[in-house]
């Protein structure tokens, strides 16, 4: 397969992570642009990066430029996708991609037209265990699944100008923790919910700050997800079926699982992957995609989830700025 030339938009701490992934498989980041260039310029002498944009305009011109990894706040996240699009990049966007549905569907509708390989860096659509867990389900070896249950909790301080609390830069538990659940949802889920209802807390800044989800699909497939962002919660993730269900912690990287049988209680453990690996394992499958050679990036996982958090949000009556206008 060819090797894919990346530069990074946004240089916080997950495109470290990205930048080590990379670099601990031997593998190089051609450039890099940030909104703060002296951040750039620090972090490509960390990771050995040739190029650093002097601007974002000049990064999306670069032809010597396949796939560009996009990590800024979620607010950015619309604008920057439309622009890397409309020049022909690739583009691996961090969670949540858009702020919205409509946001994510003119994205979408740029890549197809461009025949260019869009998806949201969502790493648990990309860890063995879960594609392992997937070809399981669909043995039926478990039975119909009934119920999935979902917790993530962060305890966030509360600083309301962070990224997590300010709605300046699309804060709140739904599009910063949320997203990891329903994704989590969406994989073991036979069909998308049709059926979405939820109770909110908010933050001091008016962001959600707590958020409990209830969702139905028209298999009659429930699941329930429990957010917030001022308390600690294990990262759990339960799916049940007729004769079993299926534990796993810490799901967003997971590399193990247990699965009990309830007839006689039996315990097995699946272990696939190693969580190191995570941000490499979406890496490769990015690659992958963009080479022709299949599609493991679920964008269509990525619409569903999307798809209902906007409708959850608007059943709350809650907007971010940007959505108030037209661009
Ligand atoms: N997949 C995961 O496991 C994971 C984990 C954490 C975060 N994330 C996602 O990754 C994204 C970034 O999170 P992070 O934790 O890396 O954030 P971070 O450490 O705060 O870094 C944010 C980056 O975006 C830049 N930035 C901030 N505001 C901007 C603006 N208005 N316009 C353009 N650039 C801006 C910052 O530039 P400056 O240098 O100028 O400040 C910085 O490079 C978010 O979408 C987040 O949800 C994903």
């Known amino acids: 397969m060819e090797t894919y030339r990346w530069a990074v938009l946004g240089c916080g701490s997950i495109a ?16 890099v642009a940030n909104r703060t260039h002296a951040n750039a310029v620090s972090f490509a002498k960390t990771y050995g990066i040739p190029k650093v944009y002097e601007n974002t305009a000049d990064l999306f011109a670069d032809k010597e430029i396949d796939i560009i990894y996009l990590s800024t706040p979620h607010n950015t996240h619309s604008q920057y996708l439309n622009e890397a699009l409309r020049h022909g990049k690739h583009v691996l966007c961090e969670k949540s991609i858009t702020l919205n549905s409509e946001e994510l569907a ?21 860890m063995p265990l879960y594609k392992k867990l997937q070809t399981l389900v669909q043995s039926g070896s478990l039975g119909s699944l009934r119920v999935v249950q979902m917790n993530f909790g962060s305890y966030r301080e509360y600083d309301m100008g962070s990224r997590f609390y300010n709605p300046a830069l699309a804060g709140g538990a739904l599009l910063d923790i949320g997203v990891y659940a329903l994704s989590f949802i969406r994989w073991f889920l036979s069909e998308t919910p049709d059926q979405v209802s939820s109770q909110v807390k908010y933050a001091p800044s008016g962001v959600d700050e707590q958020a409990g989800i209830l969702l139905m699909n028209p298999a009659g497939e429930l699941a329930t997800a ?11 993730g339960t799916v049940s079926f007729d004769k079993g269900y299926i534990e796993i912690y810490d799901y967003p990287r997971a590399q193990q699982a247990t699965i009990t049988y309830t007839e006689d209680g039996r315990q097995e453990t699946i272990a696939c992957g190693d969580t190191a690996d995570a941000l490499w394992y979406e890496i490769c499958d990015m690659e992958q995609a963009v080479s022709g050679m299949g599609n493991e990036m679920h964008l269509d996982y990525t619409a569903d989830v999307m798809d209902v958090m906007t409708k959850i949000r608007k059943s709350w009556g809650f907007s971010y700025p940007e959505e108030h206008t037209t661009r």
């Not at 429990?226 to 759990?236: D, G, M, N, V």
């Open 16 to 31: 470290n992570e990205l930048a080590q992934a990379m670099q601990s498989h031997g593998r190089a980041i051609s450039g």
């Open 226 to 236: 429990t957010l917030s962002l001022h308390a600690k919660q294990p990262k759990r």
């Open 106 to 126: 003119q994205a979408k509708a740029l890549a197809e037209q461009n025949h260019l390989i869009l998806a949201e860096a969502m790493t648990l659509y990309h």
